[in-house]
């Protein structure tokens, strides 16, 4: 790893520590975010009821984020749609905070967030989703390498 890689990837984790902090804040509190509709699926989901879980499953919801160099991988436990909007926006805001945008400084690199990704469904909540090539999913808490990685990883493809 080169020495830009490094201080890239540090400022991604700064990055992942800002958006935990906002996650930390009471819900509904966070601004809005120009991005966040596009994190939000119309589709409604029957998840697991939450409701009896006892000992450290029983918080309000559970929630994990991480950053691998410049993708932020985000798991939430919950049913509440409040709860995904504002993990959403503790998220943006907390990229924004350590990458602003070019309108906030001027630069002309791209948007630290991709609106392509966005606008291609790649950043929206889902209950099964690949995330750096392993299939998660969130109902029964299995993971598993995608089909594509099992194709690759696979004897008859190593020949």
Known sequence: MNIV???FCAASETARDVAESYVCEDIGTLPSH?????TISNVHVSLPDMSKANGATSTKFLHMLEAYVDDFIQLVQTKDPKVLMHCSRALMHGIHSVFPPPAVTGHSGKEPISGKKLLESKGLWEIRKEILGWMMD??????ELSKKKQKRSSPSSRQ
């Open 5 to 7: 890689s490094v201080f």
């Open 34 to 38: 120009p991005l966040e509709a596009l």
């Open 138 to 143: 969130g109902v029964t808490r299995w993971i």
